[in-house]
């Protein structure tokens, strides 16, 4: 009869054990989140593993260079125009002087003027060289930039039509060795400075020109652009 009896309390421990092991799971998974318990037993599974490593993303530099120019110098990088979609652009210390998004590019040769010292902009204009007769306005906007000035220049579709030697002589006198050069629908991109000269080991001037067999864009050659870094301490 002990035995028996002895048996009868097991089993009630035991049903008891169990009552008691499921409220006190099911009271867990209603405390705990789902999400929380799979979390925990995903970082256990990782505690094998070797940490990932990311690579930064790569730090934007300034009119998006591939490397930053150096201390005390100002970023410019000139881009032509390709076809009719493709504008020209001129960026200047990662500010847009000429874009279509400022709405002041156009057909022809496409100018900006910038403060040496200061950086600032002082003018931007586009000349039309295919219709009209802009080339001696485009002279005398040269001439008028200030001493110790940057000028960029840029082209989008063409800017050799109605381009005549009195601008040719104004863009030469600054140093282009390829404005004369110009064909229908070249490709060409310039700085130079005036009242002071630049370094000799930068990008300065560029040209593409048209060539129905090799054209990317149907009767438009490439868009070309020059870039670099202009110390700020050529003049005094």
Known sequence: MR????????????????????????????VIPEDSL???FDNLQNLGERPKLKA????????DHW????????????????????????????????SEEKQNVGRGIN??????????TVATKYFDMWEGDFSKPMADFIKNAPQKSLLMMVTHDDGSTKLKEDAKKAIADLGSTE???????????FIAAKGFKLPEGIQKEKINHSDRNNNRYGDWPAEIQIEGCIPQNLIS
Do not use: H
Request: hydrophobic share 40%.
């Open 56 to 63: 930064p993303p790569p730090k934007r530099q300034k009119c």
């Open 111 to 120: 100018i900006a003027i910038v403060d040496y010292k200061s950086g600032k």
């Open 38 to 40: 799979s979390t925990a």
């Open 3 to 30: 035995v028996g009896c002895n048996n009868f309390m097991k089993l009630g421990g035991l049903l008891l054990a169990s009552v008691c092991a499921w409220y006190l799971g099911s009271l867990f998974a209603y």
């Open 67 to 98: 490397s930053p120019c150096p201390f005390g110098s100002y970023a410019y990088r000139l881009l032509s125009g390709g076809g009719k979609q493709k504008t020209a652009k001129i960026c200047f210390e990662d500010e847009l002087l000429i």
């Open 179 to 189: 404005i004369r050069n110009m064909k229908f629908r070249s490709s060409w991109a």
